[in-house]
């Protein structure tokens, strides 16, 4: 378990509910990984993300899937990508990661409560 911290602390993590709206290779990473694009409703937008989703998932199923995002972190640059928001997900016995997501459906851009 991580240190303690204050709900204050935990107010200040945006994590927001968005829906991928393209997926594609990231070749070009050091470890296998897509290019997100999610689409976190009309105050926030459209924002790019690298994920290292490869094991568990395909571009295809990717797209129109609702996923968590840390959408208040600065941007990070990964080799030629500029990514803008942190995907959440959970490893798995073996690392791969499984990406944490809503159970039903809710609006892009709603924040986790």
Known sequence: MSKEITF???EKVDIRVGTIVEAEPFPEARK????LKIDF???IGIKKSSAQITVHYTLEALVGRQVLGVVNFPPRQIGPFR??????????DKGAIVLAAVEQPVPNGHKLM
């Open 41 to 43: 409703g009309p105050d």
């Open 83 to 92: 990514s803008e928001v942190l995907t959440l997900g959970f490893e798995d």
């Open 8 to 10: 204050g602390d935990f």
């Open 32 to 35: 296998p990984a897509f290019k």
